[in-house]
């Protein structure tokens, strides 16, 4: 396959007519989520970098 034909066909699998959303898929709770996960490494990792 040449770079070409692989670049042509991933233009036509991203134009689909759904938009490539999954109905569930809500973007405020996603995100809402992904910062809960950062802010809960975040805490733990200052729970153990006790030297400071």
Do not use: K
């Not at 066909?9 to 405020?28: F, I, K, M, R, Y």
């Not at 809960?36 to 030297?51: E, Q, S, V, Y």
Request: proline content about 2%; overall charge neutral; charged content about 10%.
């Amino acid at each position: 396959m040449s770079l070409h034909s692989v670049a042509a066909q991933l233009v036509t699998l991203a134009a689909d007519e759904h938009g490539g959303n999954h109905n569930s898929l809500n973007p405020a709770v996603t995100g809402g989520c992904a910062l809960g996960i950062l802010l809960l490494l975040l805490w733990i990792t200052t729970r153990f970098n006790r030297d400071r």
